[in-house]
């Protein structure tokens, strides 16, 4: 069961202020249920998959895109402020109150939807149930945080560790190549030495031949 | 010319190193980088 | 103003659920505020600095150690679940209410401190307050939620970057280092052919000078 709780202020009284909560099984489009709260009364409805399609046929839309709206209206919260209006109609005499939505546009408004709500006998129940799913979903997200928080701090000294592993590897190659080069000069140094002595010897075996052809 | 030809090719390997001259790093990095990578 | 709201059940009724709302500047040994609803009834108090002070002198407790055990009982909700105890004793008449919190300990209990709560007089005001809070904490933690995540996905981003540098750097180290012995096996097989060149030029030259000796 999924729900959202948000806090609205009717158009008829924006002084007032109103708790409702949506809660729908999966997808919003196939039904969902609505409590409506002002933390001393509390009305209850309902609204289903068949009602949403009457409603979307009746505002000319395509169902999918109604749902969407339907969702920004109820559900979005403070995402969507300014861009829906709700008008709260309470009857207490038959213990009902008509809810209704409509979407907010430049040059008017046009209705979402409505639907009548039942008043709840018992609303501290409501209200309890109201506060602990807030304070349910703040723990949540609690844990939630802190969960973030230490994998943060994980991938942190993960990128850090990687970060001077990497700085090693630069070294490292930096070195070998100087340790490469290092080496290789010595040992080309002792070829070279090795090429000048031989020719040293053969410039005398030269010479010595032509002076002993001459004594000839 | 033959000559200079005869001259660099007793003095110089074919990858312009000196057969008897000492090397230093500057110097065989510049044979190296002038190897080309075929060979 | 520092602010936490936990459920509480009295030892009194434990099927009964209140919200116990703390609140303080800075530093809870400072001062508290109280408010306990049921969600449909709400009483409020304060506890003084100097109140603190003498509870602790009479449980003959540390001040610093008094305050932490405060901090775990009214602040630290479900992590001390089952330490502490509370007690609610209602007097409608007096408009009063009697709260105490003790500690729970294996064999009793000690009581930590009580204080006399005022019943509001508009108790709607409070459990609107206690659920607006409650909204206004979700939506920080959400934000919350969304920045750490972005950053979780950015530091996996960087030390995923980095660890495919690290790999092309230990590919390049290996590259140059097969790349530099190449050039120099090349070089040095030079050198090595002008040696035997050499060796091969002198043992002619030592020959010929021995065969024009015996000659002679």
């Known amino acids: 069961m999924e ?45 289903s998959e068949a009602e949403i399609s009457r409603e979307a046929a009746d505002v000319e839309m395509n169902r999918e895109k109604y749902v969407g709206e339907l969702k920004k209206a109820l559900i979005a919260g403070e995402e969507s402020a300014g861009r829906y209006n709700f008008a709260i109609s309470r009857d207490d005499e038959n213990m009902e109150c008509h809810f209704s939505y409509e ?29 602990g799913y807030c304070l349910d979903c703040l723990g949540r997200l609690q844990s939630k945080t802190e969960h973030l928080q230490k994998e943060n701090e994980r991938l942190f000294r993960c990128w850090s560790d990687t970060e001077k592993r990497l700085e090693k590897c ?6 070998l190549e100087a ?38 | 010319s033959p000559d200079t030809k005869e001259h660099f090719a007793r003095e110089y390997d074919c ?15 510049e044979v190296f980088s002038r190897m080309k990578d075929n060979e």
């Open chain 1, 179 to 216: 340790d490469l080069y290092n080496r290789f000069i010595l040992v080309l140094n002792e070829k070279k030495a090795k090429i000048r002595n031989l020719q040293k010897l053969l410039n005398e075996a030269k010479e010595s031949a032509a002076a002993a052809k001459y004594t000839r």
């Open chain 2, 15 to 29: 990858y312009g190193d000196s057969y008897t001259a000492d090397t230093d790093v500057t110097q065989l990095k």
């Open chain 1, 103 to 131: 979407r907010n546009l430049k040059d008017g408004s046009f209705r979402l939807g409505s639907l009548k709500l039942q008043k709840v006998l018992s609303p501290v129940e409501v209200v309890k149930e109201l506060i």
């Open chain 1, 170 to 175: 630069v070294e490292a190659k930096e070195e």
């Open chain 1, 3 to 47: 729900k959202t709780l948000n806090r609205i202020r009717p158009v008829s009284d924006p002084e007032a202020m109103y708790f409702l909560q949506v809660s729908w099984e999966k997808d919003l489009g196939a039904g969902f249920g609505i409590t409506l709260s002002d933390g001393q009364c509390a009305w209850t409805g309902a609204v």
